[in-house]
């Protein structure tokens, strides 16, 4: 935002943050999930399921976060009043939804079992120690997440779970468009240069499939009990199949322009570079 200076991102008060949320998990229509449509899919059984580990748990990476920018109250102060909220938000209507499709999974069984391990990799040391680079792999997350639930969305046609999707998503695209700000009003007083923006890119790009959806998968598949029994494949075998559908579905020119943006790149050069960074990104994200 222009005329916003760091210093200003320090001194402004808790509470200025404009806005609401757009939509309520009470808004949902649990009650005309098509479960039909849905229940025998095994794929969206452990991409969903494991979605909704990883946004349950999401305060406690939010609040390490705020900590990390405890000197930048806006910042702190978006990260524990909306964007906290609003990923426990995704987490609680997620929840709501798998247990209505399968109702007999031990969800908070295995919930637990997954967050005694996600609990120990959500640290403060975890976060890049530049902070303007931090908001950079924010970006990241928050275009993988985008592409995620966008892609999850077009795997299926219950209408219930589209709509869900679709309210996650946009969720998502806000978010990122809050970090990229932040990042261009961190950038305005002492900016770093673009080769550190390129390499914070290039190494949050390549963790995202070392992500939490990992352990996330792997719990799920503990805990699967008669789901999907009769399955031949194996925990390598799900694994890998969720990666295949997720990158070969993925909105690729969605994702490169998200990523392009805390370049800060002249249009002209923007365009230039779509499409070697889209091979690179797919390629990135194959499994």
């Not at 909105?251 to 923007?270: F, H, N, S, T």
Request: charged share 25%.
């Amino acid at each position: 935002m222009a005329g916003t200076s760091s210093a200003s991102l320090r001194q402004r008060p808790r509470g200025t943050e404009e806005g609401s949320h757009g939509w309520h998990v009470d808004d949902i229509p649990f009650e005309r999930i098509e479960r039909r449509a849905i229940e025998g899919n095994e794929d969206l059984f452990y991409l969903l399921m494991s979605a909704s580990f990883v946004e349950t748990g999401s305060d406690t990476y939010a609040a390490n976060l705020a900590e990390h920018y405890r000197d930048y109250p806006e910042i702190a102060a978006w990260l524990q009043e909306r964007w906290e909220s609003e990923e426990l938000q995704h987490g609680a209507a997620l929840r709501r939804y798998v247990e209505a499709v399968w109702p007999d999974f031990p969800w908070q069984e295995a919930y637990d079992s997954f967050f005694g391990e996600y609990s120990k990799l959500c640290t403060v040391e975890e976060l890049h120690e530049d902070r303007h680079l931090e908001m950079v792999a924010r970006c990241v997350v928050e275009t993988g997440t985008t592409a995620y639930y966008h892609t999850l969305r077009e795997l299926s046609d219950e209408p219930v779970l589209r709509e869900l999707l679709g309210n996650i998503r946009n969720d998502e695209v806000g978010h990122f468009k809050h970090f990229l700000k932040y990042f261009k009003q961190l950038q305005e007083t002492s900016p770093v240069s673009r080769a550190k923006i390129a390499g914070a890119l290039y190494a949050r790009l390549k963790e995202l499939r070392e992500s939490d959806s990992d352990v996330a998968l792997r719990h799920v598949y503990a805990h699967r009990g008669r789901h999907f029994s009769e399955s031949r494949h194996s925990f390598a075998d799900i694994a890998q199949r969720a990666y295949q559908l997720v990158s070969t579905q993925l909105p690729a020119d969605l994702a490169v322009r998200m990523l392009l943006k805390p370049l800060l790149l002249p249009p002209r050069i923007e365009g230039y570079l779509h499409a070697p960074i889209a091979r690179f990104a797919t390629r990135v994200m194959a499994p």
